[in-house]
């Protein structure tokens, strides 16, 4: 018989019955094991460094920016961050992704949803969200527009602002505003930091 080595999971502060529901999940789950739960948000640093969990549950609420997840994920690479946000977008899901998390998923996803994105993020596979019907943004860090989202995979691609403003049909100008956005709400300086984010 083979034995697995279970995964070390850490959960994130969140809403209470958010929280009774992720340690339930997590205590029934086959082969996890729960090494942190309840976690406060100025705590997760030191939370993740002492239990050096193989994924944490994130709560996207709690962070002040987006750029939380790039710094987190960069001083902890072997741990695989899930988010879990209020009903997020396919872009705010691939925003997420490209600041280093391994899987978003909505606060209501149904625990067997919860258990395989664990699952499939402990082996370093992302998971997204299905899509859902636009409704209000998740409540967070600020996130990108779709715009900003399409001007940023433009950027990492090491093209010029006029490249991109003939692309997109926009001025320069445009492609300029979008560049200073950007920067600010990835908390980078220059394209250098911003191609090394992902």
């Not at 082969?31 to 993740?48: M, R, W």
């Not at 909505?106 to 997204?128: M, Q, T, Y």
Request: hydrophobic residues 40%; aromatic residues 2%.
């Amino acid at each position: 018989m083979i034995t697995r080595t279970p995964i070390r999971v850490a959960v994130a502060q969140f809403e209470d019955i958010v929280s009774r529901g992720l340690r339930a999940v997590i205590d029934e789950g086959e082969n996890l094991e729960l090494v942190a739960s309840g976690i406060e948000h100025d705590q997760l640093t030191s939370a993740l460094s002492e239990h050096s969990p193989d994924v944490a549950l994130v709560n996207f609420g709690s962070l002040n920016s987006a750029a939380e997840l790039r710094d987190l994920h960069r001083e902890f690479p072997e741990t695989k961050l899930v988010v879990l946000a209020n009903r997020p977008t396919a872009p705010e899901s691939r925003q997420m992704l490209a600041f280093g998390a391994t899987a978003c998923l909505s606060k209501n996803s149904e625990a067997r949803d919860v258990l395989h994105a664990i699952h499939l993020a402990s082996r370093g596979l992302h998971v997204l969200p299905p899509s859902q019907p636009a409704g209000p943004p998740a409540l967070g860090p600020e996130i990108l527009t779709p715009r900003e989202a399409e001007v940023l995979e433009l950027l990492r691609g090491g093209r010029s602002n006029a490249e991109i403003a003939r692309d997109l049909h926009v001025s320069i100008e445009t492609v300029r505003t979008h560049a200073r956005r950007i920067y600010r709400k990835l908390g980078v300086k220059t394209r250098r930091e911003l191609r090394a984010l992902g």
